[in-house]
């Protein structure tokens, strides 16, 4: 690769081999560095975002990741005609597939090999007389082959002088499995019916008998589930990406020479006109040149009202068509549209996120040199004090083994497959470990109007009937009017006066009037069903108790649709995007947990003034754009204030994504449900209060998990070093600090939803 034109650049690198966030924390380091480099590396995505001027090359970032240790790619190469590259040509989707494949057969090799060495060293029975052989035939693969990422992860540490959880690892189970070789082949180990005895009395010994194969087999496994479900959930983090991009249409009717021709929406150029039917997805964005009709924006903009759009009109991507038939001229395709900008976004908030350090890795990065400083002065001072070069070098081994964490390798997974097992069970999906810390930071919580507090479809509220018109004769005939209509607003007025009074008549002839409503005859009346204006063209007018209805339903930010029969105006029905009956006790619920909920949302600022003050909400945010959206999160961000986001559409993936803790509602779109931290099922927003309680209840249960283990460990430590640590006292406090992890996990399954 040639090295860049001297003036700024960008570049998104794909990094490889980093196993914690101290990785991404160095990797960063080197490359802000070079000269003229700014860098910011993800490791939850695993990329690096490089800012780069100068005469500097990509050839020469690549070689700086390179020898740090880890492993960098360019972007791929664009395909024609696309602006990403196709799943499976050379994206990075295959990668991480790779590198998840491989840690999963690592994982089932360790399990199955492991599980066989911890019994017979566990149980005197299973002790048969060359029963350590088995032990160490069985554990060799485990320790070499299952344990390598530890190992390698190890080395680069050590190279850089740092020391995380793999260096602990790394260690304690190399200093197991050698210090049972020396015992098996050097040592009495070996001799033919050697038992582990039950003997808990403290004694200074040789270590020439001990061999610890089902300590350095048991951690492996141990930590090698965490990290294959840890890798499972950091996989999905540019799914939010993909979804996004999902959304478009796939295919577009293009008009050439008087022809309809089917393309894929990738070969649509800026000028373009394409037929856009009821129904179907606007494929770009672009300008309406022929045909009027209802457009819903409510997945892009959170419009809860179809917007009416006729010749001269703009119009966007992915948005759906409600109503008529349209010709459209594309404007924007491919990277320039909305729907192309939100999903960068959506990547850039990602990216900027901060990687959660991990709490082993902070406590790894003092207890490993502090473990290393003791067994070398253990070494040195048994060595000075004559006790033997074998003796010493037992109690220098057994220190570190036992710093070995057998219980930390369970603190995380059991308290997180515990806890988001019960967070299944209530409707809740917690996706990693690094979401945990922003719940129990949270200050501040935004919730998105459309599908979240609402129910994101246009609904009848309320019937105002004239003096002397019967509620039920008005349903009747205007249910059966917009019953034959596709609009959004006539569906809603259609399925309530179903809802209400049964079966509706069959019109006996329709016509539906472009941005006004609709007209007919039902049961032999001339009806007329819409906007003001419709009956005013009919010399129809509202009478003043009518209009004082509709001026205040406007003012509420509803919509008011007139109804007329027989030259005369009957009533005015209220038609809105209805509130959940949840969501009044859910804002309840969130104030209590210390959060301050804040109603944001791309509507109008009536309409959301109206929706906040009937749950109970102060702060509103209204008429905000999608990539406003995010910008307000930085903004309370920049305010120092820990934001929450609950959200369910397209225009809240990149707020949800910014946020420090996103939680998308699961009855929404793919893209809001990828690019949030938790999911809540049922769309129901009192869950939300419980998927906080329950986050902070696990990170709870993980740290005292993680204080318990290391406490567990540093309490035997003065017994290695002193030289009194045997075998079984070993092996019990291993198995009695992991019983107490698992023990304590398992007490998240008595996790209750609020009352």
């Not at 809860?304 to 001269?312: A, D, I, K, L, Q």
């Not at 119009?315 to 008529?324: E, H, I, R, S």
């Not at 959940?580 to 959060?595: D, I, N, Q």
């Not at 998927?691 to 406490?711: E, H, P, V």
Request: hydrophobic share 45%; aromatic share 4%.
């Amino acid at each position: 690769m040639t090295p860049t034109t001297p003036g700024a650049a960008r570049v998104e690198l794909a990094i490889g081999g980093m196993t914690c966030a101290s990785c991404a924390a160095r990797i960063e380091k080197k490359l802000n560095r070079m000269d003229g480099v700014e860098a910011s590396v993800n490791y939850a995505t695993e990329k690096a975002r490089v800012a780069y001027s100068g005469d500097v090359s990509i050839d020469e970032l690549i070689a700086t990741v390179e020898a740090t240790g880890y492993t960098a790619r360019p972007p791929a190469p664009t395909a024609p005609g696309r602006d990403t590259p196709p799943d499976g040509q050379g994206g990075e989707d295959e990668r991480p597939d790779g590198e998840l494949l491989s840690l999963r057969q690592r994982l089932v090799t360790a399990v199955l090999l492991a599980v066989p060495v911890i019994a017979m060293a566990m149980v005197p029975a299973l002790q048969f007389e060359y029963w350590q052989w088995l032990s160490l035939t069985l554990a060799a693969p485990v320790v070499t082959y299952a344990a390598w990422p530890f190992h390698r992860a190890a080395w680069t540490n050590a190279r850089h002088g740092a020391a995380t959880m793999d260096t602990l690892i790394s260690m304690g189970t190399s200093a197991a499995f050698l210090w049972s070789l020396w015992a098996l082949f050097l040592g009495t180990a070996g001799t033919p019916g050697m038992t582990h005895p039950f003997d808990l009395t403290i004694g200074r010994g040789d270590g020439a008998g001990n061999i610890y194969l089902e300590a350095a087999a048991g951690v492996t496994a141990f930590i090698l589930a965490g990290r294959y479900f840890e890798a499972r959930s950091k996989r999905k983090a540019g799914a939010a990406l993909r979804a996004l991009m999902e959304l478009g249409a796939k295919e577009v009717t293009v008009l050439r020479e008087g022809r309809e021709v089917t393309l894929p929406t990738a070969e649509l150029g800026v000028g373009d006109r394409f037929l856009v039917r009821p129904g179907e997805k606007i494929a770009t964005d672009g300008t309406v040149v022929e045909g009027s009709s209802a457009v819903d924006l409510s997945m892009l903009t959170g419009e809860s009202v179809p917007v009416e759009v006729s010749t001269g009109d703009p119009v966007t991507g992915a948005t759906l068509n409600a109503g008529g038939r349209l010709v459209v001229e594309a404007t924007r395709v491919g990277a320039d549209t909305q729907l192309a900008r939100t999903a960068a976004l959506v990547e850039e908030a990602q990216n900027g996120k901060a990687a959660a350090q991990r709490l082993a890795d902070r406590i790894s990065a003092v207890f490993v040199p502090v473990v290393i400083g003791l067994a070398v002065a253990t070494l040195g001072f048994w060595l000075g004090s004559g006790a033997g070069l074998t003796s010493a070098f037992t109690a220098a081994v057994a220190v570190l083994i036992i710093a070995c964490p057998c219980a930390l390798g369970l603190a995380t997974p059991t308290a997180l497959l515990v806890g988001t097992g019960r967070g299944a069970q209530l409707g809740i999906l917690i996706k990693g470990p690094e979401v945990l810390e922003s719940t129990r930071r949270a200050d501040t919580i935004l919730l998105d109007k459309t599908g979240t507090v609402t129910t994101g479809r246009m609904t009848l509220l309320k019937v105002h009937p004239a003096g002397g018109t019967d509620e039920t004769e008005v349903l009747r005939l205007a249910g059966a009017l917009e019953h034959s209509s596709e609009h959004p607003i006539a569906r809603a007025v259609a399925e309530g006066a179903a809802g209400r009074v049964g079966a509706l008549p069959t019109p006996e002839d329709f016509a539906g009037i472009p941005g006004l409503g609709v007209q007919g005859t039902v049961d032999g009346r001339a009806v007329l069903v819409g906007r003001e204006k419709l009956l005013t063209e009919w010399a129809i007018f509202l009478p003043e108790e009518l209009r004082r209805v509709k001026e205040e339903a406007e003012r509420q930010g509803r919509t008011a649709v007139a109804v007329a029969w027989d030259g005369e105006a009957r009533a005015v029905l209220e038609v809105a995007d209805a509130v959940k009956e949840s969501s009044g006790e859910a804002v309840r619920r969130l104030r209590s947990l210390g959060l301050k909920p804040v109603l944001l949302t791309g509507d109008n600022r009536a309409v959301a003034e109206s929706v906040a003050a009937e749950v109970g909400i102060d702060e509103v945010i209204a008429e905000v754009l999608p990539q406003d959206k995010a910008d307000v999160v930085k903004k309370l961000q920049a305010e120092g204030r820990t934001v929450a986001m609950v959200g369910d559409g397209v225009n809240d993936a990149a707020a949800l994504a910014q946020a420090d803790l996103g939680l998308s509602m699961g009855t929404g779109t793919d893209a809001a449900i990828e690019a949030g931290d938790l999911t809540l099922v049922r769309g129901d927003l009192r869950v939300a209060a419980d998927a906080i309680r329950l986050s902070r209840r696990t990170l709870g249960t993980i740290r005292s998990n993680l204080f318990w283990a290391f406490a567990y460990n540093v309490a035997a430590l003065p017994l290695a070093a002193a030289g009194l640590l045997n075998p079984m006292i070993a092996g019990a406090a291993m198995a009695f600090s992991s019983v107490f992890v698992v023990g304590n996990s398992l007490r998240l399954r008595g996790f209750r939803p609020m009352a």
